[in-house]
């Protein structure tokens, strides 16, 4: 469950990222949502996120505010092996 950082927040950007690094930056994106929201005091809103990756390879990603019912949903194709990325040490 996630909510919202400051008051008045009018939308939530969901960004979907493969890896096990510690920083965001270091993984890899393979795709990104919106949600728009109603504007509300920070902390208020909840928003579930589901993630649901097919026989196909193929991951839905599904974002929607529990209060509103509003909901958002992406696809993308998950390749099946990424090159290494070369380390930063």
Do not use: Y
Request: proline share 4%; charged share 25%; glycine share 6%.
């Amino acid at each position: 469950m996630f909510t919202t950082a400051i008051n008045q927040q009018r939308a939530m950007k969901i960004k979907v990222l493969q890896g096990e690094r510690e920083m965001a930056a270091d993984n890899w994106k393979l795709g990104s949502s919106r949600l728009p929201l109603n504007r509300r005091r920070s902390g208020v809103a909840r928003v579930g996120v589901q993630l649901v990756i097919d026989a196909n390879g193929i991951l839905e990603v599904l974002a929607r505010d529990t209060r509103t019912g509003a909901e958002q949903s992406s696809h993308c194709k998950v390749p099946l092996m990424f090159p290494m990325k070369p380390s930063k040490r």
